[in-house]
């Protein structure tokens, strides 16, 4: 007598395991060979004891191969939501990419500005057009760098000079610097762009407009 067990069934399920007759048709040093023996009819009050007949059996495998259908149903219900979870994954880490490229870019721009030919690797002269060259390699590697917009300014008790963009002034307690702020924009557009169409919501990270802004003082 042999038991088979179906490990895909809970320990509390009645067709978990089936008793066999078996028969010993090939013993060698590599395992033993066996044939199932099944009764031609089922006896109910007796199959555990006398082995399980054909019907019993046959039950039996059309249980594996039901749940073996029924996995491949769960895993195509499934599929979907990983493959969502995958595009959303790429998506947010381009945006975190983009986020971190503008601030090192703000920053970037009021370092030079303010150091001008001081800074390693400095084109020259703090011209407007150094500082949007130096703003604009720092975000060279975004996808959609045609969108980048820049907001210069100098602000020197309470006066605002706008170098580019449009400008506020700024308030400071110390009144013997300037302030030099630079504020870089970008919209970010996701990597792989997804959305339920039917009901017109996007099904990962819509386009964003990123701004991230750098004031740095110096000595007017």
Not at 10 to 28: C, G, H, T
Not at 187 to 204: C, K, N
Request: proline share 5%; with cysteine.
């Amino acid at each position: 007598m042999i038991s088979i067990q179906r490990s895909d069934a809970s320990d509390v399920d009645p067709d978990r395991s089936i008793m066999l007759n078996a028969k010993v048709v090939r013993a060698a040093e590599d395992g033993v060979g066996l044939n199932f023996v099944l009764l031609d009819k089922d006896d109910s009050q007796n199959s555990h004891a006398n082995g399980a007949g054909r019907k019993t059996f046959r039950r039996f495998l059309e249980r594996v191969r039901d749940n073996k259908g029924q996995a491949l149903i769960e895993y195509g219900l499934i599929l979907p939501f990983v493959f969502l979870l995958i595009i959303n994954l790429v998506n947010f880490g381009g945006f975190f990419y983009a986020w971190i490229t503008v601030a090192n870019a703000a920053r970037a721009g009021a370092d030079y500005a303010i150091m001008a030919g001081a800074s390693v690797g400095a084109p020259g002269k703090p011209s407007l057009a150094n500082i949007t060259s130096v703003i604009t390699q720092d975000v060279y590697s975004l996808p959609n760098k045609a969108s980048v917009s820049l907001n210069i300014c100098q602000t020197y008790k309470g006066v605002v000079t706008t170098l580019s963009g449009t400008c506020t002034a700024l308030s400071d307690p110390e009144t013997n610097y300037t302030l030099m702020s630079i504020d870089v924009g970008y919209t970010y557009v996701p990597l792989l762009p997804i959305s339920f169409q039917a009901f017109g919501v996007p099904a990962t990270l819509p386009p964003t407009t990123i701004h991230q802004k750098a004031v740095m003082r110096l000595v007017q």
